[in-house]
């Protein structure tokens, strides 16, 4: 079992930067694969950003590919997500999400995730 929390949101101009962070309790954080996801106020959950287990495999949704970057330390048992060029859009509560099962895999699917952490807000205004 892993515990999730994310920090880093906030509030920002449009064309700003973020970066997010999600920090993993436990002893086994590098066997876990890893996802960015968010919800806008009447929305459904969407994928965002998937890496894997070893943080050779990387998946993004095509809205934000090119500004955002996932990435992960596994010796600090943290994930980040680097969010570049933001856009109103963007703004959302952002999940991080884990699961040992699919270590090798970037799911897009959060239904292949068991573990969430509460979320960060990060709201872009115009």
């Known amino acids: 079992q892993v515990q999730l929390v994310e920090s880093g949101g906030g509030l920002v101009q449009a064309g700003d930067s973020l970066r997010l962070s999600c920090a993993a309790s436990?002893?086994?954080?590098?066997?876990?694969?890893m996802g960015w996801f968010r919800q806008a106020p009447g929305k459904e959950r969407e994928f965002v950003a998937a890496?894997?287990?070893?943080?050779?495999?990387?998946n993004y949704a095509d809205s934000v590919k090119g500004r955002f970057t996932i990435s992960r330390d596994n010796a600090k048992n943290t994930v980040y997500l680097q969010m570049n060029s933001l856009k109103p859009e963007d703004t959302a509560v952002y999940y991080c999400?884990?699961?040992?099962?699919?270590?090798?895999?970037?799911?897009?699917?959060?239904?292949?995730?068991?573990?969430w952490g509460q979320g960060t807000q990060v709201t872009v205004s115009s």
């Open positions: 999400a884990a699961d040992q099962r699919i270590w090798w895999r970037t799911s897009t699917d959060p239904y292949d995730y068991a573990y």
């Open positions: 436990g002893r086994t954080f590098s066997r876990y694969a």
């Open positions: 890496v894997s287990s070893s943080g050779g495999g990387t």
